[in-house]
């Protein structure tokens, strides 16, 4: 079954580092996303990327946040000055259609020390 | 409201047992309700969704119970196993955004 593939699985990076995580999304779907779970809470939305450009971003994707998709398989996130509340779990996930549930990917666990 | 309640917060069912997680909404406009299994370490999976048109779905053990007019749905799994033992997320799409509940931690005892 495709799958959506991140890494690193775990990244550990100082407070104030720039870090990219990284995401292969599933090779026929067109949309992508990035959700975030800080440990033992729940799924948050961060953002939604179609047609190489951002369709929707919550409050907490602000300027230090920034996704690209360099090529036609990656699709990253970047976090341009890493804070401590930055630690959290990093979800992809991918959709052929947005009306439809998507496929997540293992994440990638970030801790800012 | 772009909120999505989910209710218990921990549920330790026997095996064999029938395992019940609510969600309520308050948003007309979603339009599709996923629930997502998650183990330590992984990501969400999806197990089973429904839309709105529909009053239930089953899939296996697993049985979406949705009510529209109270805005309400619930998962069902019947005859729970050790293997079920996950935290559970119920969501709902508003145009291309998953809105998660807050997750139910699943125990299943042999």
């Known amino acids: 079954e495709p799958e959506v593939t991140q890494t690193p699985s775990h990244q550990v990076t100082q407070m104030g580092q720039e870090v990219i995580l990284r995401c292969v999304p599933i090779?026929?779907?067109?949309?992508f996303y990035w959700y975030r779970q800080i440990l033992g809470q729940k799924v948050e939305f961060l953002v939604s990327f179609y047609n190489n450009e951002i369709s929707e971003k919550s409050e907490i994707f602000d300027d230090q946040f920034s996704v690209e998709r360099p090529d036609g398989s990656n699709f990253t996130l970047k976090i341009r000055s890493t804070k401590l509340e930055d630690s959290a779990m990093y979800f992809c996930?991918?959709?052929?259609?947005?009306?439809?549930?998507?496929?997540f990917g293992s994440g990638t666990r970030l801790t800012v020390v | 409201q772009q909120q999505v309640k989910q209710s218990p917060q921990s549920l330790i069912v026997q095996k064999g047992g029938i395992s019940i997680i609510n969600c309520a909404y308050e948003?007309?406009?979603?339009?599709?309700f996923p629930w997502y299994q998650q183990f330590p370490g992984k990501g969400p999976a999806l197990l089973i969704a429904i839309r709105p048109d529909v009053s239930e779905k089953k899939e296996g053990r697993f049985t979406i119970s949705f009510n529209k007019s109270a805005k309400q749905f619930s998962l069902h799994i019947m005859d729970s196993q050790p293997g079920d033992s996950a935290t559970y997320f119920c969501?709902?799409?508003?145009?291309?955004?998953?809105?998660f509940g807050t997750g139910t931690r699943l125990q299943v005892f042999p």
């Open positions: 996930a991918s959709s052929k259609d947005m009306n439809y549930g998507y496929t």
């Open positions: 969501a709902a799409l508003n145009t291309d955004k998953l809105i």
């Open positions: 948003n007309t406009a979603f339009d599709y």
């Open positions: 090779s026929n779907h067109l949309y």
